[in-house]
């Protein structure tokens, strides 16, 4: 993953960004779509994976984990030429997964993405990264990651997902200032607003944040045991999760499924409302 996330970020260094095939000057998606072909799971790497999100290790793949065989075919789609925005600088506003049913840890799959979607926003443009695994032809799991790129909005362009309240009650987890450098050893995703005050701090953040995909994760692991094996979970994220930092966990039952979230324990401000609901 190492040189695509020095190509990612070559498109927002000054001069560069200026060069015939780095240069990102906005427009249309790509017709484009990529195929991992039988996809091996490491079972090591998964065991990582579900220590680090606070998964059981079962001999299935955590809900979220299909995630990271993806990431490196979103990231060769979003570092291409023809594709309009730069990688670094675009925000991960929404996620959606379905788990069709459990991925057994000995399938091997064939994992494809593409952009879709390209929309005003009330702050600029969203899209789409739309993500399929296949296990011998069989549709196991999907997911759609919704993106945003800053520029001009559209004042009548609808905003984002609305969830049911799930409001904290008690649990609090503490975060250490390396999650981010933690996460990105065990998913590839090196982007440097998650690793170190200084490389954050380019970016506009006071200090490295967690990585939306973590506290997703991290989310569905103190679920797991609740939800039910075809199920879809869609999450917004909030405001971002400082590193070192804490965030107050609330979860409520609802009548196909549940509500969670996360918060600030001390203003309660939001960084990730959620929902998982049984899928037919």
Known sequence: MLPTMVKAALPVVPGVNLLPGVRKTGG???????????????????????DLCGFPHKDTLPLPYPHL?????????M????????????????????QHRPIRLDEKLQVTARPDHLRPH?????????????????LVWEETSTFLRRGRGSDDAPGG??????????????????????????SGDHNPIHLYPLTAKAFGFPRQIAHGMWSMARCVGALENRLPDAVTVAVAFKKPILL????AFGSRPLEDGWAFSLSSPKSG?????AAAVSVA
């Open 269 to 273: 401000a939001p960084h990730l409302a």
């Open 69 to 77: 065989l993806a990431f490196g075919l979103h990231m060769e789609i």
């Open 122 to 138: 009330p702050k600029g443009q969203v899209f789409d990264m739309l993500t399929t695994v296949h296990s011998r032809g069989e």
């Open 28 to 50: 249309a998606l790509p017709d484009l779509s990529l195929t991992r072909h039988d996809v091996p799971v490491d079972p090591r790497h998964v065991a990582a994976y579900a």
């Open 79 to 98: 570092t291409a030429g023809s594709f309009p925005f730069p990688a670094i600088g675009t925000v991960h506003l929404e996620n959606s997964i379905t």
């Open 161 to 186: 997902s609305t969830f049911p309240d799930a409001p904290p009650h008690g649990i609090t987890w503490r975060l250490p200032g390396d999650l981010g450098r933690r996460y990105a050893a065990v």
């Open 244 to 247: 070192p930092g804490a965030v």
